[in-house]
């Protein structure tokens, strides 16, 4: 059996959307979420159709990236891409439809949000239907470690964290005991430390089971 490829191995390039230019999909789009692993807070999801004309230089899988390439690159992908989309998805949602599901979701909010229709979809990792069919009626392809070899799906990472970052830095000065702000919802011993001390609040991903044991008795939301 082959062994699991490690995602800095791979070269974030546009060979992926050269292939689909060639085929005469000129406006490929990108998708990819974050959050998705976190204790707390919505998770996010963008899409984005970059403009083969006006390449951006570094774009890599967003957990690559410092917090202040990210940024950068962000306000870059929002100048030069011929269409980009941000969503949401509540932590209530990803709760009530299961976490693997919302990702799905708001990947295809994203796409169908674009003002611009593409033609082709690469997705990180992700099938836009059980069915292979897509619900958008778009071809796609869904690519293992995606965001590290593609630079459409890059940009989207980068896009939906960069935004997932700047709402838990709000959610922070709502929930300040959590240090959201250092670990963006993901369950840190620092934020496990709180969550035992403090409880959930409303924000916390009741279904992840490090928050569904500080529930009931003792927490009751």
Same mark, same amino acid.
């Given at each position: 059996?082959? %062994?699991? %490829?490690?995602?800095?191995? =791979?070269?974030?390039?546009?060979?992926?959307?050269?292939?689909? /230019?060639?085929?005469? /999909?000129?406006?490929?789009?990108?998708?990819?979420?974050?959050?998705?692993?976190? +204790? !707390?807070?919505? $998770?996010?999801?963008?899409?984005?159709? +970059?403009?083969?004309?006006?390449?951006? %230089?570094?774009?890599? &899988?967003? #957990? #690559?990236?410092?917090?202040?390439?990210?940024?950068? +690159?962000?306000?870059?992908?929002?100048? #030069?891409?011929?269409?980009?989309?941000?969503?949401?998805?509540?932590?209530?949602?990803? &709760?009530?439809? @299961?976490?693997?599901?919302?990702?799905?979701?708001?990947?295809?909010?994203?796409?169908?949000?674009?003002?611009?229709?593409?033609?082709?979809?690469?997705?990180?990792?992700?099938?836009?239907?059980?069915?292979?069919?897509?619900? $958008?009626? +778009?071809?796609?392809?869904?690519?293992?470690?995606?965001?590290?070899?593609?630079?459409?799906?890059?940009?989207?990472?980068? !896009?939906?964290?960069?935004?997932?970052?700047?709402?838990?830095?709000?959610?922070?000065?709502?929930?300040?005991?959590?240090?959201?702000? %250092? @670990? #963006?919802?993901?369950?840190?011993?620092?934020? !496990?430390?709180?969550?035992?001390? =403090?409880?959930?609040?409303?924000?916390?991903?009741?279904?992840?089971?490090?928050?569904?044991?500080?529930? !009931?008795?003792? =927490?009751?939301?």
């Amino acid at each position: 059996m082959p %062994r699991a %490829r490690d995602p800095h191995e =791979f070269t974030c390039t546009a060979r992926l959307e050269s292939q689909a /230019w060639r085929r005469g /999909w000129r406006l490929v789009a990108g998708s990819d979420e974050a959050g998705r692993g976190a +204790l !707390l807070g919505p $998770l996010y999801a963008a899409a984005v159709i +970059l403009d083969a004309d006006h390449p951006i %230089r570094g774009l890599d &899988d967003s #957990k #690559k990236l410092t917090p202040g390439e990210r940024a950068s +690159l962000a306000a870059e992908i929002h100048r #030069k891409a011929l269409a980009w989309q941000v969503v949401a998805v509540s932590a209530a949602e990803v &709760d009530a439809i @299961n976490v693997y599901e919302a990702s799905r979701q708001a990947m295809l909010r994203a796409l169908a949000a674009l003002p611009t229709k593409p033609q082709f979809v690469l997705t990180d990792a992700m099938p836009l239907s059980p069915t292979g069919v897509s619900p $958008l009626g +778009l071809p796609y392809c869904a690519v293992i470690h995606g965001d590290a070899r593609s630079v459409t799906i890059a940009a989207a990472s980068i !896009l939906a964290k960069v935004a997932r970052d700047a709402h838990l830095q709000d959610l922070d000065r709502l929930y300040p005991q959590y240090g959201l702000a %250092r @670990n #963006k919802g993901y369950g840190t011993r620092e934020h !496990l430390a709180a969550l035992r001390r =403090f409880g959930p609040c409303p924000e916390h991903r009741k279904t992840y089971q490090p928050v569904k044991d500080c529930l !009931l008795p003792l =927490f009751p939301v």
